[in-house]
Each structure stands twice: as C-alpha cells, then as structure tokens.
C-alpha cells in the first residue's frame, strides 16, 4: 500500500473510535440519534462483510450530566464519576440497541489504565475481545469512569483507541473526529492551513502541527492523536482520522473523504512488543548518542556505553522512552535496571558493570527483545 492511499477495504479488523462531541447533543441533552444510525449502518455493512469491528465510544459522562441536568463546566472527580455510573447504562443500551437492529450482538467492556498496562491483566482484556470476536459480536469499549481518578486514567480515548487497537491487532483505527485530519496549522487559527493526506512517519515537525482541544465536551485534541498514532503504528495499526460530523462517515472515508492516513511500520512487531510499544506512562527517558540509534535501527540492544543521559525515576522492568540526540523518539522499552544504576553506568562499557555495581547484571540495560524501536 505505499505510494497510495490505503482504501478501508484493505482491512480486516477495524478499530473505531466515536468521540462524545459527536455522539451527544448537550444542548438537547440526548443521543445524536440519525448520526448513530447512519454510522452503525456503515458498521453493519462491514461486519456483513465478515470483517470485525471494535468501537470505542465516549460518552458515559455527557450522557449522565445530561440525564442529572448537571450544569455546565468542569465536574468534581466524585461527581464525573457518579455521572458517568449513571450514563454508561444508557450508553450501552444506545449502543446495543442500535447493533441490535443489525442483527448483531453488542458486547461492552470497561477497562483502567492498568488493564493494559499491566502485562497479565492486559492478556485477559485481549482474551475477552478475541472470543467476542470469535462469536461475531460487536465490542463496544470505554474506559470505566466510575473508577478513574484524575492521576490514573486514560484521560482520552483517542489513545485508548490505539492501545485498544494493539491489544486486539487490529489493522486499522479509525479516529471520528470534530475535524477531517491534520493540517499543517491549526485551521481555525491559520486560514492558510491545508490537509495533510498521508503521514508515513511521525517526526517532531508532524507533531508541532497539532494544536489544542477546541471541544469543552472532548478532552482529546490533535496533540492526543497523535500520541495514539505513535501507539498504533508502532504496533503495527494503521489510523485515519477523519470528520465524524458528516452522516454515514465510515463510508465517507471509503469513499476517499478527506482525512489523513497514518502508515504503520511495515513490519508488525509480536504481541509483546505491541504491548511494549503502546505503553502509556512511561517512567522515564534515556537520552542515546547517534552510534547506539545506529546500533538499535540494526536490531542491537542497548547497551550502557550509548547512554548519554538518564531522565526520570524508574525501576527495573518499568517502560521507558528512548530518545536520540536530536529529542527524536527512537522507540520504548523495559529497563533491565533502576534509573539510579543507569546513572552510574551510562558511558561504561558492559565489561565494567560487575566493577560498578558490585555483582554480575545484564550486559545490555535494554535488552532487544525488551524494545521495540520506531520507523527510521
């Protein structure tokens, strides 16, 4: 698919993401009911298809304020999650319902930050999705609010989306937003911006197009899907964003809409390596020097001799970043050490480590089996 535009009946899985801005009228206080309609009639249609589809849908805390008539504003963390109690009731019926009408069973699964970024709960989320794969239902996912609290939490679902995405080795997520993809600028800011239709790989200037969030009732803006672009073509998902304010929008973009393609890396990386990839709260950063991007682009692991700098606190296994001289993000892994015995090795060779720290440890402070590394 390189040199063109990828077309949706490329895939076979598809991951899509529904924002609340698009799902709820907060004026009306209600569902969006035609737009749902004509959406999950394109769903329908690629589901008949034999492909499947997984949607991750926003839209418990709108729905609860609506149906508490909350005023408007930002809502205390006990009252966002009360609220989101009250309206994820209603968003499952919504969604289930409308499935229904199809012929096609819904099946809701809420999840944490830490079902997946914890290995083993993170396998039993994607055991679940795979066997209502298997049975031909529908997931409809959303993180579960009534628990999330402000410093544990997704905090979006455009990077929910792409973490779901991997975890189900989806090849495609879908984002539905308020704008039909990336500009140059920020469109409403700069007249002059124009859509940019293909993204082959994220580099620091793609990401200082995205601007800020322009919806009160959504909290990801483009800065957040780009973020998830990061987790989903690491892993090996390709992403299109694209308008959701338009009636059937899945065929929209079938039909070569405007949006914007973010290509994955064209060699999908194992299951847990995608979970790897995806990691969201990565604990710290190490800074490398050129030799050991050269070294980690060939396959290498990372040894403590290309280490330049060691930023943040983490302990061993925990995900960390990993940064080239330039700032570029080269790719994420676990540390086989604690940031304080980084410190004190980075710069040695792995010869000295027994020297430095008093006993045998890993030759490598990531070893390549633990990393995953970016497109070049």
């Not at 937003?177 to 911006?193: C, E, F, K, V």
């Not at 859509?195 to 197009?209: C, D, F, Q, S, Y």
């Not at 959504?218 to 780009?226: D, E, L, P």
Request: glycine share 12%.
């Amino acid at each position: 698919m390189s040199g063109t535009l990828p077309a949706l009946t490329d895939f076979g899985r598809i991951v899509v993401k529904v924002g609340s801005s698009l799902l709820v009228d907060q004026e009306a206080g209600c569902v969006k009911e035609a737009w749902l309609a004509s959406l999950v009639d394109d769903i329908a249609g690629l589901h008949r298809d034999g492909r499947d589809v997984l949607v991750v849908s926003s839209g418990a805390i709108a729905l609860g304020r609506s149906l508490l008539k909350l005023p408007r504003g930002p809502l205390a963390l006990e009252d966002s999650q009360a609220a989101a109690a009250i309206g994820q009731i209603a968003l499952a019926r919504i969604w289930a319902e409308a499935l229904g009408r199809h012929g096609i069973t819904a099946g809701q699964i809420l999840v944490t930050l830490g079902d997946t970024e914890e290995r083993r709960r993170y396998l039993n989320a994607r055991s679940t999705i795979a066997r209502l794969l298997d049975w031909r239902a529908v997931p409809v996912i959303n993180e579960n609010d009534t628990v999330a609290t402000n410093e544990i939490r997704y905090g979006d679902n455009d990077r929910l989306g792409a973490r779901v995405a991997t975890m189900a080795s989806a090849d495609l997520l879908v984002l539905l937003s308020d704008i039909d993809g990336l500009y140059t600028a920020p469109p409403g800011q700069d007249p002059n911006a124009t859509l940019i239709p293909v993204v082959e790989r994220i580099t620091p200037e793609i990401e200082g197009m995205a601007g800020e969030s322009a919806s009160e009732l959504s909290k990801g803006g483009m800065r957040t899907k780009i973020e998830a672009g990061k987790i989903a073509t690491t892993g090996g998902t390709h992403m299109v964003i694209a308008s959701g304010r338009v009636e059937h929008p899945l065929r929209a973009i079938a039909e070569r809409g405007r949006a914007t393609w973010f290509l994955a890396a064209g060699n999908p990386v194992t299951s847990r390596k995608k979970w790897i990839a995806g990691s969201l709260e990565p604990k710290g950063t190490l800074i490398i020097d050129a030799g050991a991007v050269a070294a980690l682009r060939r396959g290498k692991s990372l040894l403590p001799a290309g280490i330049v700098r060691v930023e943040g606190e983490f302990s061993r296994g925990d995900a960390v970043v990993v940064r080239g001289p330039d700032g570029f993000e080269i790719g994420r892994g676990l540390s086989a050490y604690d940031a304080a015995d980084v410190e004190r090795l980075r710069g040695h060779s792995s010869a000295d480590i027994p020297k430095i720290l008093g006993s045998h440890g890993r030759t490598a402070v990531i070893h390549r089996d633990d990393l995953v590394v970016g497109q070049g």
